[in-house]
Nanobody
Framework: QVQLVESGGALVQAGGSLRLSCAASERTSNNNRMGWFRQAPGKEREFVAVINWSIGKSYYADSLKGRFTISGDGAKNTVYLQMNGLKAEDTAVYYC????????????????WGQGTQVTVSS
């Protein structure tokens, strides 16, 4: 059972930056893909970005390309989400997710979820 622990959520002003971290208890074929989703109040959970450990490739939601960057540290089993130019509409609970396989990531493919970390952007 892989456990995911997120950190880094905070209150930040619009235009600011934040880096989220997600540490996995181990790295196996079951969490070859590790990434982020977010869920704002009253909205569905949406895909943000994912990294594929085995092929070193990342995928992003089109609307977030250029502002958000996902990266990983294999030695620490940790993925990061660097968020720049934050906007009020980025306010959400950000969830780390992991799944086997390759490619982008849909929520129903995720095998493991973190507990979520709150990001609030004040305008």
């Amino acid at each position: 059972q892989v456990q995911l622990v997120e950190s880094g959520g905070a209150l930040v002003q619009a235009g600011g930056s934040l880096r989220l971290s997600c540490a996995a208890s181990e790295r196996t074929s079951n969490n070859n893909r590790m990434g982020w989703f977010r869920q704002a109040p009253g909205k569905e959970r949406e895909f943000v970005a994912v990294i594929n450990w085995s092929i070193g490739k990342s995928y992003y939601a089109d609307s977030l390309k250029g502002r958000f960057t996902i990266s990983g540290d294999g030695a620490k089993n940790t993925v990061y989400l660097q968020m720049n130019g934050l906007k009020a509409e980025d306010t959400a609970v950000y969830y780390c997710a992991a799944a086997p396989g390759w490619g982008a990531l849909r929520a129903n493919e995720a095998t493991y979820w973190g507990q979520g970390t709150q990001v609030t952007v004040s305008s």
